[in-house]
């Protein structure tokens, strides 16, 4: 969780108009949220989470929904329906292992699927060459599946 | 003045749905009065929501979420009349190619977001008016939800953590038809006394005891202006099928559309020729 933080820290240092939005059960992201506290909110369940990212990026915000993957599940049709058709600006770490989902959310519209070998860290490193800041720079929706993270 | 403007937006609506045949006319007809306070009304000499249809993504404007979704063609025939495009658009409802969909879309002028299915809108403006609030702006977010969908969970997430959030900007009309009971009707799980519920999640609540009269919605509006730090909802008993009045109160209208005979019939009541 402390590698994930970290990243995030990276991320939203670069992008002003990015924000993190998170579920109650994401409790390890107190560094993340002490840090800034203006740019990470809470929601209290995954499917107005998604939702709610779709209001951000009305208003020209990146959204970034940081949940476990088994939560994003439950709102398939949400992200579907609010992110992907309308294709919005919004990007998602799906953490921990889920159930075949970068198939689920790869046969969405408009939607990329990256899954990272070794998780966020090994796709920082290799930053240099625009592999994982380069899904950040490009308008569109992104699932980023961290299975095995952390 | 509203009255008469009211009875225009009426009339608009109901010739989109009739000439794209789908459409709910019961439902729709019970959010006219709503829509016309929020679009045109004043509270002394303000006006309630700021756009501007030579600047439809204005930055300083204030929103309309339509989480009722079925409300969507009204939303267009008040923007038509407003000047955001031209009325010969709305002859084109759902149809391919058209700007204007069923749903409420976001690539139509005046529109923010597309919210493709009931309940999800009051969750989008939640996350918009968090936008807005880190902005540190204070426009208004205005969202036109139907006591139906308070029976989805999603809702009450969205309750619970606008409320969480302290967003005072955010303005939610709930529309609350009143049916004539149906025996051939399946029956619909009733949500009950849920204006305490909002109450009780920490939100302010105004009672409109008839969302068709123009100054108890001001007055309502006014009150919910005046609230800080908690969000506020305006609960509005309707009546579905307003303004047409075989339709009135029927559930046989209120997801469907008016044949032929009904048109001409309200043409010639609006003084209209077909």
Request: hydrophobic residues 45%.
């Amino acid at each position: 969780m402390e590698n994930l933080q970290d990243d995030l820290l990276k991320i939203v240092n670069r992008f002003n108009n990015a924000v993190v939005l998170y579920c109650d059960e994401f409790a390890g992201m107190e560094n993340f949220v002490n840090r800034f506290k203006d740019r990470a909110f809470n929601f209290s369940g995954e499917q107005s989470m998604m939702m709610a990212a779709c209001g951000f990026a009305a208003r020209g915000k990146m959204p970034i929904i940081v949940c476990s993957s088994a939560k994003i599940a439950n709102a398939y049709a949400q992200l579907r329906d609010g992110i992907c058709i309308p294709n919005l600006n919004v990007k998602i770490f799906a953490v921990g292992d889920g159930v075949r989902d970068a198939e689920v959310v790869g046969a969405m519209p408009n939607i990329r699927v990256m899954v990272p070998f070794g998780g966020l860290r090994a796709g920082l490193a290799r930053h240099d060459s625009g592999y994982l800041y380069g899904n950040f720079e490009e308008f569109g929706p992104v699932y980023f599946n961290f299975s095995g993270v952390p | 003045m509203l009255e008469k403007k009211a009875a225009q937006i009426r009339l608009l609506a109901l010739e989109s749905v009739y000439k794209a045949g789908v459409g709910n006319v019961g439902n729709l007809m019970s959010s006219v009065e709503i829509l016309t306070a929020l679009y045109y009304g004043e509270i002394f000499g303000r006006k309630i929501m700021k756009v501007d249809p030579t600047k439809p993504g204005w930055s300083g404007q204030d929103y309309l979420i339509l989480s009722k979704v079925e409300a969507a063609p009204l939303q267009y025939a008040v923007l038509a009349d407003l000047g955001f495009f031209d009325k010969s658009e709305l002859a084109f409802l759902g149809r391919a190619g058209s700007i204007l969909k069923e749903y409420p879309s976001g690539k139509a002028p005046g529109v923010t977001g597309t919210i493709l299915s009931k309940g999800y809108g009051l969750s989008f403006a939640v996350g918009l008016v968090l936008a807005l609030k880190m902005e540190k702006k204070g426009n208004k977010v205005f969202v036109l939800l139907s006591a139906e969908e308070l029976r989805q969970g999603q809702v009450w997430e969205a309750i619970i953590a606008a409320a969480y959030h302290r967003l005072d900007n955010l303005i939610v009309f709930v529309d609350d038809p009143a049916v004539e009971v149906d025996v051939s009707q399946p029956v619909k799980i009733h949500v009950g006394q849920v204006q305490d519920k909002f109450k009780v999640f920490g939100w302010d609540v105004a009672q409109v005891i008839d969302g068709h009269n123009f100054d108890q919605l001001l007055s309502g509006l006014d009150k919910s202006f005046k609230t800080v730090r908690k969000p506020s909802c305006i609960w509005c008993h309707t009546i579905a099928g307003k303004g047409i009045e075989f339709a009135e109160r029927k559930t046989g209208y209120l997801n469907a559309i008016l044949s032929e005979g009904e048109m001409l019939e309200i043409l010639s009541k609006f003084n209209v020729s077909a």
